[in-house]
């Protein structure tokens, strides 16, 4: 019922930037938050970056300074602006919707764990 399409992965240089976007769509009545987190191999998935409906955000340690998440509110959108990139910031990104969704039999409820398919970034060094 909730679909996250992800875009703006791919290969940068260790000292680059990158963009990273979200949509979601589908039985989507209020959003509460939107995150990114990610995922490298053999680890487990991480959060990176989560911005409340009120704007509040909050950023792991290890990006904070480099990476900025902003939301867009009328396209149920949110994105992850990647500066300085590190090679340690190589992994899959996943974007997550934490929001009150209908289910398949029509039950609204909310629902923290609606995902993308994930975004590969990868940073050479």
């Known amino acids: 019922q909730v679909q996250l399409v992800e875009s703006g992965g791919g290969l940068a240089q260790a000292g680059g930037s990158l963009r990273l976007s979200c949509t979601a769509s589908?039985?989507?009545?209020?959003?509460?938050?939107m995150g990114w987190y990610r995922q490298a191999p053999g680890k487990q998935r991480d959060l990176v970056a989560l911005i409340s409906s009120g704007g509040n955000t909050n950023y792991a340690d290890s990006v904070k300074g480099r990476f900025t998440i902003s939301r867009d509110s009328a396209r149920n959108a949110v994105d992850l602006q990647m500066n300085s990139l590190k090679p340690e910031d190589t992994a899959v990104y996943f974007c997550n919707l934490d929001a009150d969704v209908a289910s398949d039999t029509g039950l609204w409820g909310r629902r923290k764990d609606s995902w993308g398919r994930g975004t590969q970034v990868t940073v050479s060094s």
């Open positions: 589908g039985r989507i009545s209020r959003i509460h938050a």
